[in-house]
């Protein structure tokens, strides 16, 4: 069975950095980070292909945030710098069987519990 577990979420001032881990169990897949703030919706945030050479990005994390992966370790990353308020949410890992990395939350069949990061003005 497939299990994704992230970590490294918590509370941090606007400006500073934090970076998320998500290790998955079994095998490795495209893998994304997805967020959600209280009453939004899901949103896009990074995705990365199996092998790492392709990323894609949302227009929010261009610039700031990167994801990375080591697939030895069967773990992805997303270093977050330049942190703001509106960062805050809930930030979800994702896998996808699709070979390129994707925006879209239907390619992911595989996903996280999620971790908090809250960002404090």
């Known amino acids: 069975q497939v299990q994704l577990v992230e970590s490294g979420g918590g509370l941090v001032q606007a400006g500073g950095s934090l970076r998320l881990s998500c290790a998955a169990s079994?095998?490795?897949?495209?893998m994304a980070w997805f967020r959600q703030a209280p009453g939004r919706e899901r949103e896009f945030v990074a995705s990365i292909n199996w092998g790492g050479s392709s990323t894609y990005y949302a227009d929010s994390a261009k610039g700031r945030f990167t994801i990375s992966r080591d697939n030895a370790k069967i773990t992805v990353y997303l270093q977050m710098n330049s942190l703001k308020p509106e960062d805050t949410a809930v930030y979800y890992c994702a896998g996808s069987e699709y070979v390129a990395a994707s925006d879209s939350m239907a390619r992911y069949r595989y996903w996280g519990q999620g971790t908090q990061v809250t960002v404090s003005s």
């Open positions: 079994g095998r490795s897949f495209t």
